[in-house]
């Protein structure tokens, strides 16, 4: 399995430097002041938009902290080192990080809201899908994760995800009581 980890890794680091663009965009895009400033802009589009994407983004700003922290525990207590560590002929397009690689962070947090918006606005959750497999692969592009790592990164943030979800369901659930639950059945049985 490591081999095919290594395999994998040294195809996707070594495609053409044509990409580094793209990539590192999706990679560190999150430290620019604009890139920042349009994500700011879209989460007040989102809060002031209907109550639909208010609770998607907020559950959202939820999950990722959530993933985040996960990933920071699994490297922590499964220390595995990243490919610009312990990879011979990796090409690093970032500076090198000291931290462990075991998940990763980028792939998580994206993950997370990924799932979010996919559970709550169906269809617009395409969109965040789409910047999470872009962001794993630009992590190994960089050559600061192997694959497995964005894997272990995708299915922590999917689980953050699953459970602010379904943590916000059950709360629901309970705050609105038998009585509201039997109508609310009822109405929606009718319709």
């Not at 994760?145 to 990164?153: A, E």
């Not at 629901?172 to 039997?182: F, L, N, Y």
Request: hydrophobic share 50%; charged share 15%; aromatic share 14%.
């Amino acid at each position: 399995m490591r081999e095919l980890d290594r395999a994998i890794f040294a195809w996707i680091n070594h495609w053409p430097d044509g990409l580094a663009p793209l990539f590192l965009f999706f990679s560190e895009g999150i430290k620019t002041k604009g890139v920042r400033i349009g994500l700011g802009l879209l989460i007040i589009a989102l809060l002031a938009w209907n109550a639909k994407t208010r609770k998607t983004i907020i559950l959202a700003l939820v999950a990722w902290p959530l993933a985040n922290g996960l990933t920071d525990q699994f490297k922590n207590f499964f220390q595995m080192a990243r490919p610009d560590v312990d990879f011979p002929g990796a090409i690093t397009r970032v500076h090198q990080l000291t931290s462990y690689g075991t998940a990763s962070a980028h792939a998580a947090n994206m993950a997370a809201i990924a799932f979010v918006f996919t559970y709550y606005l169906k269809g617009w959750g395409a969109i965040w899908i789409a910047i999470a497999l872009l962001t794993g692969l630009s992590r190994i592009y960089v050559g600061v994760h192997y694959p497995s790592q964005v894997l272990l990164g995708w299915v922590c943030g999917a689980f953050c995800g699953l459970l602010v979800v379904k943590t916000w369901e059950a709360f629901s659930k309970m705050r609105k009581g038998p009585e509201e639950e039997i109508v609310s059945a009822a109405t929606t049985s009718t319709a």
